[in-house]
């Protein structure tokens, strides 16, 4: 463990609700096998895990990007009281040995019904100028491992809609790194030409995708945009579907303002040619109903 001050410090919460049995989530993050069917951020794979689920326990996992690299993160279980609560402490050292970031990582796994609600607390130091992209990604990763964590959790417990469940939080984590990014393509690749998008700028509503506005507003910011979904659910009937959640959008704008807002998204989806396509979507804040009709931005989950 660095002694190290750190130089930034994060800390995020995250919840799931997993349409599977508390005891198969729970050995879901403590089986190599199935560890290494979801961990790591979207779009990223895993070619080596190995894990010892008991305090003291270490952990050592390679998170392959789409690029190729391979970044390693190892760490220690601190507390595992099995199908209840996992403590572990997880880092990323440099080839030499310098600690570049170190997290404290608490999952508390909660039965609702047949389902189990998942809760995920990170506590995160980054000890360099290197761990400051990884702390501006960190709820975005950790969100899209808990979606794809979802989808394995459903074809795990054989549910009818596991495939649907993986394609659509498939998309949505393309969006999420489409905002880390700002690519505008990746962004807009899974809307229906005709989709409605009620948005948080104006106009009131508009229909189809614009490349060039999506682009003009990602320009207005300085460095990555961070973007996770809270609390997102994904309800698949046929060939309908829809998803809901809390949007928390983070970063820096050109200008100098920093970002913190927490917004309200619904997007629906239609299965097209066998294809999940972004049919409607809708992003919102309340409104102050005190006679100042100020958008209230400053509300948190």
């Not at 508390?108 to 400051?132: P, Y």
């Not at 109903?289 to 100020?294: A, E, N, P, T, V």
């Amino acid at each position: 463990m660095s002694a190290k001050k750190p130089v930034a410090e994060r800390e995020v919460t995250i919840t799931r609700v997993l349409d599977a049995p508390r005891e198969l989530v729970f050995s879901m993050w403590t089986d190599v096998k199935h560890l290494a069917a979801w961990w790591g951020p979207h779009s990223y794979d895993i070619p080596f895990c190995e894990a010892d689920p008991r305090p003291g326990g270490k952990i050592l996992i390679h998170m392959r990007a789409p690029d190729g690299g391979v970044h390693p993160m190892g760490g220690v279980y601190n507390e595992v009281a099995p199908h209840e609560r996992i403590v572990f402490t997880s880092y990323v050292d440099l080839p030499d040995g310098t600690r570049v970031l170190e997290a404290r990582n608490t999952v508390q796994f909660e039965a609702v019904g047949r389902k189990t609600k998942v809760t995920l607390h990170v506590k995160a130091s980054g000890f360099s100028e290197l761990a400051l992209r990884m702390l501006a990604g960190m709820e975005a990763g950790w969100a899209t491992c808990l979606d794809k964590l979802a989808g394995v959790a459903a074809r795990q417990n054989g549910n009818p809609d596991a495939d649907d469940q993986i394609a659509i939080r498939s998309i949505l984590g393309d969006g999420t790194n489409a905002m880390f990014g700002k690519v505008a393509d990746l962004a807009l690749a899974a809307f229906a030409e005709d989709a409605v998008t009620y948005d948080l700028a104006p106009p009131l509503w508009s229909v189809g995708v614009d490349k060039a506005r999506l682009q003009s507003w990602f320009d207005t910011w300085d460095g990555p945009i961070g973007w996770a979904m809270g609390d997102l659910v994904v309800d698949v009937g046929g060939d309908l579907a829809v998803a809901r959640g809390l949007g928390h959008m983070v970063g820096a704008k050109k200008s100098g303002e920093q970002v913190d807002l927490w917004t309200r998204v619904t997007m629906c989806f239609e299965r097209r040619a066998g294809k999940w396509k972004i049919t409607h979507r809708h992003a919102s804040v309340p409104f102050l109903m005190d006679g100042s009709l100020k958008a209230a931005v400053h509300l948190k989950p």
